[in-house]
Nanobody
Framework: QVHLVESGGGLVQAGGSLRLSCAAS????????MGWFRQAPGKEREFVAA????????YYADSVKGRFTISRDNAKNTVYLQMNTLKPEDTAVYYC?????????????????WGQGTQVTVSS
């Protein structure tokens, strides 16, 4: 089992940057595909980014491609989401999630473990 804790959210002006972190418990972090999802008020949870077990492959939603970067440090059991050029429409609760599968997926139902979320608010 994996316990995930996000941090790094906050209030930022449009055009600014934030770096989210997700710390995982346990010694098997490197066996999980990791993903970031977000949910805005009144909207469904949506995929943001995902990274393979080794970190060699990354995937992004079209809405964040070129602005967000996902990375991981398996020695520190941590996955990151660097968010640049933030827009008001990026405002949401951001969740990290862990998938024990072998293939990176954008499907939230494939992810077995979820953090509690961290709020990101982008003002215009």
């Amino acid at each position: 089992q994996v316990h995930l804790v996000e941090s790094g959210g906050g209030l930022v002006q449009a055009g600014g940057s934030l770096r989210l972190s997700c710390a995982a418990s346990g010694r098997t972090f490197s066996r999980y595909v990791m993903g970031w999802f977000r949910q805005a008020p009144g909207k469904e949870r949506e995929f943001v980014a995902a990274i393979s077990r080794s970190g060699g492959s990354t995937y992004y939603a079209d809405s964040v491609k070129g602005r967000f970067t996902i990375s991981r440090d398996n020695a520190k059991n941590t996955v990151y989401l660097q968010m640049n050029t933030l827009k008001p429409e990026d405002t949401a609760v951001y969740y990290c999630a862990a998938d024990p599968g072998l293939v990176v997926t954008t499907n939230a139902y494939r992810y077995d473990y979820w953090g509690q979320g961290t709020q990101v608010t982008v003002s215009s």
